[in-house]
């Protein structure tokens, strides 16, 4: 099994319209997965880019419920609304593999997993380990959550990513970006690292001041390598830009332009 989650930056413009959605890029990444679907099982998950990290900010979701009544029936508005918009991205998903005849079938995060201060707790995979037996291509997304610690939060696709490659142990593992790989610096200025282990990644961590907040409400690439520094225990993990045709195809393949983590 191969799990693959596509990035907000990927198939939406995080700082344009609201709610853009990039059919052509996504008809094309979905093309790439068809020259290996049934032989391979696949897992997608996909992030908030310009769907749900507005509502997420604006309702500040991440900081969970208050305790004032008031302002908590606010932010129960907005968890639905962060959630619903959401909704509408994995339906625009969902439409473009059965427009290519794969039976891609949604998976509602918040439905499968709680979390504790936006990391999996409880998850149920009876259905996504019977969707997989069935050759169904299970697409989940980053989504609001209930959260044991503070009522609500945001569980990104990168934590959903890490916890099924703990619990499932899928033989590769590939991040898709709108930047080639992993870069030792901003992209653009630093070098793009091609062949990264798992003994390298603290240190690259360092390097890009990690300890500090991300550009996202779940934390852009500083969360997005610390996740995958914990999947490098079970599997291999690929970045690759999936704005670039081929590149999915390469890293499936093992023979990839990227950066493979191991
Ligand atoms: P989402 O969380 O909406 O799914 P995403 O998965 O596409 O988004 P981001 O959280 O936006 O990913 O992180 C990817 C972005 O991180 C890239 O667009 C890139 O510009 C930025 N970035 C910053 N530093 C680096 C780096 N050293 N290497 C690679 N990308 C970096
Ligand atoms: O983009 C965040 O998921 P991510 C999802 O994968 C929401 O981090 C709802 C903001």
Known sequence: MILIKIGGSVFSDKRGEPENFDSPTVGRIVREMAEFYPGEEFILVHGGGSFGHRHAGQYAIREGL??????????????????????????????MFLSQDLPAFSVSTSSVFVTEKGEVVYADMEILRRLLDLEFIPVLFGDVSV????????????????????????????????????????PGEGTLIHELTRDEVPALLERLHCTAAGTDVTGGICNKLKKAYEM???????????????????????NGFGTRLR
């Open 147 to 186: 959260d044991v610690a503070q009522g609500i939060d945001i569980l990104s696709g990168d934590q959903i990513m890490a916890y099924l490659t703990k619990m499932l142990r899928p033989k590769k593992a590939i991040f898709l970006m709108d930047v080639d790989g992993i870069y030792d610096g901003e």
């Open 66 to 95: 208050s305790g004032n009544a008031e302002r908590d029936g606010r932010k129960k508005i907005g968890f639905s609304f962060t959630h619903q918009s959401m909704l509408r991205a994995n339906a625009a998903f969902i439409d």
């Open 232 to 254: 490098a225990n079970y599997t291999e993990v690929w970045f690759v830009n999936g704005r670039v045709p081929g590149r999915l195809a390469g890293a499936i393949m093992g």
